[in-house]
Structure formats: C-alpha cells, structure tokens
C-alpha cells in the first residue's frame, strides 16, 4: 500500500513539473488580452493536404484560415484563457462564409472552429475583439483584406507543380502587397502557411518581428496540387 501510494505520489510529481516546464516554455499567462499583436494565420491547402489526409471535397486552390492567434514579441503566446465556451448559435450568421474562408480540411469545421475559439480565441478578447462573434468575423474580415493568392499574383508568382520560386521573391510580393513584413513556413520545401501580423487595436497589418519556427528559405514551391 506504502509503495503504491509512493509511485502515485512520483507519478504526479512528474505530470505537475513537466506541466509547469511545458507552460514556461510555451505559454504566458492565460489572461485575455494581455499579449503583443495576433498572428493571422492561413494555410495552403495542397502543401497542408500533402502532408496530412484530408477531405477530398474540400480542397481548393486557395489560402484558408488556420486561425487568429494572439501572440508575444518573444515567441510566447497565451492559451485556453478563461472565458465562455464555443456557442455555434452565437456566430451562425456567419456560417456561410466560415465554411468558405475557415474550414477544416480534415474532419467538421465546427470542432475546428471549437478548438481554435478555446486555445486562441478566448485570449483574443481585447480592443475590438469583445466577444466570440467579434472574434470570427475579424478573421473573416482579415481574410479579405489580407488576400496572399492576390499579393503572389500581383508578382507574378502563381501555383506551379513545376517551377520553383525564391522564398524572398514571395516575402518581397507580399510585403509589397499589405506593407507589411509577413512570417512564412515551409514544409518539404512547399509553401505551407503565411502569417501577417495584425495590430491589436486597429486590426491593421504589420511588420512581423523576427519569429523562431517561422522561415522559408532559398528556392521553395507553391504547388498547384497535393
Ligand atoms: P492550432 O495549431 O491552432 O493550435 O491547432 C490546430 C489543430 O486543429 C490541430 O490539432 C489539427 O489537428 C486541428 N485541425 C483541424 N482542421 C485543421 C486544418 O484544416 N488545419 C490545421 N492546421 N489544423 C486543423
């Protein structure tokens, strides 16, 4: 009985300390509002589905929402803050265009959407953002003033199985684009998602400050298909 109660007591040293390790390294404080700006972040569907199954009748040549994502100038970022849970009824007038601009491309756009609400949305609740509806319609509203597809095109920079572009020429086209400095990462050498920082306050984009994880370098492709 000593000894069972002794490996409990070990065990449950071990889960709280690498807990509060795994917090220090990733999160801040769960407190709503309290980080620097957001990560607006979108995924290209064929490097996104090239690496992960998805669902066929969802792909699109397209950018989507991955999420709206608060975030530190030191790579820490807050996460599940308190605050009220998913409610699909609260934003169901904006159903028609979440199923366009932020679906999931593997399984129901709402578990999506309950995910990104609990880990990132609820500490997104500050200046403009005071509620779940705020909330998603600030990324449906960043998705169109935000366009990558449009800003590549603008260089002429465009979906290709074959060619191979200079990561710098993408960064260069989208700067252009929004004036703003975006973050890229690659997976396998493709294009997978852009991020352009966002202004906390006036949800205006900005230049991104230099973040670890995010780089693309050197020649990469933008495929055209998974
Ligand atoms: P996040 O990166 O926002 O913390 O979490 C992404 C989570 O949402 C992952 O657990 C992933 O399995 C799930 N998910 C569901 N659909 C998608 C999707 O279309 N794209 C991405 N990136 N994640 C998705």
């Not at 801040?28 to 996104?48: A, M, N, R």
């Not at 608060?70 to 904006?94: A, K």
């Not at 319609?137 to 169109?144: E, F, R, V």
Request: aromatic share 14%.
């Amino acid at each position: 009985m000593k000894s069972a109660l002794l490996v409990f007591a070990t065990v449950l040293l071990l889960l709280v300390s690498f807990e509060s390790a795994h917090s220090v390294t990733i999160y801040t404080s769960g407190k709503p509002g309290v980080f620097d700006f957001y990560l607006f972040v979108q995924q290209w569907i064929y490097s996104y589905c090239g690496s992960q199954t998805c669902i066929k009748s969802k792909e699109r040549e397209a950018f989507t929402i991955h999420g709206l994502w608060p975030e530190n100038n030191d790579g820490s970022y807050p996460s599940f803050c308190s605050g009220s849970s998913f409610n699909y009824n609260s934003i169901s007038d904006l159903s028609t265009q979440l199923n366009y601009d932020w679906p999931s491309l593997t399984g129901p756009n709402t578990d999506f959407w309950t995910h990104e609400w609990s880990k990132h949305g609820t500490c997104s609740i500050t200046g403009p953002i005071t509620d779940i509806h705020d909330y998603f319609a600030a990324g449906i509203k960043l998705y169109d003033n935000y366009n990558i597809t449009q800003a590549l095109n603008s260089e002429n920079i465009y979906p290709s199985d074959s060619e191979t572009y200079n990561a710098n020429d993408m960064f260069n086209a989208i700067n252009t684009a929004f004036h703003a400095k975006p973050a890229m990462q690659c997976i396998s050498g493709q294009l997978s998602t852009v991020a352009v920082c966002v202004d906390k306050n006036t949800l205006e984009a900005m230049d991104c400050p230099a973040l670890s994880g995010w780089s693309c370098k050197g020649g990469i492709s933008w495929p055209a298909s998974d």
